[in-house]
């Protein structure tokens, strides 16, 4: 059987323009966008210019994580989630954290909130990568326990992404 195709658009940023617009250092700039924490509310900007999409004002909504018009992948929800160094789980934001708790369920009642998941891959800042999935491929990684709550390590991610489709790269510039 054929695989479906995923393009993973690819976009390395000017550490030293950042550096410089932030007055730190560059080691501090590839840090602090290395992790989550700090590219998070960067990744949406990122995705908005790149897919050009219009975030839902309050991430609380029952699609946690936006709900997206995307032009290029077309009038979808959208979940925007972002890989680090620690892995990537895919749960509504209000399942994930210090005090909170997710099940198969939640799970998977939060990838049927969206038909779509684009996960923004920080791990090798300064170049980073959006990987656009369609949410009924996760659903079914759930179901199958593939995935867990506990989400995927990014070399997890790699290899189902590897399995699961035909995978091509486009790099962008700024």
Known sequence: MKKPKLVI????????????????GATEVVEAFGDGRGAWPFSEFWGRKLYDFIKHTNSN????????????LGNA???VKALTGKGVKFQQSKYVGVGRTSTKETLI??????DRVVVV??????????????????????HT??????GWT???????????????????TL
Do not use: N
């Not at 658009?9 to 730190?24: C, E, M, Q, R, W």
């Not at 399995?163 to 486009?170: A, G, K, N, R, V």
């Open 9 to 24: 658009s690819s976009l390395t940023f000017d550490v030293a323009l950042i550096a410089d617009a932030l007055h730190i």
């Open 61 to 72: 909504t029952p699609f946690s994580d936006g709900a997206f018009a995307l032009g290029q």
């Open 77 to 79: 929800a959208i979940s």
């Open 109 to 114: 009642s939060s990838l049927e909130a969206c």
């Open 121 to 142: 891959d920080v791990t090798g800042f300064p170049v980073v990568r959006f990987i656009p999935i369609e949410s009924t491929r996760l659903v079914s990684a759930a």
């Open 145 to 150: 326990g593939r995935l867990k709550t506990g």
């Open 154 to 172: 990014r070399k997890s991610l790699m290899v189902w992404l590897e399995e699961t489709y035909e995978i091509s790269e486009l790099i962008l």
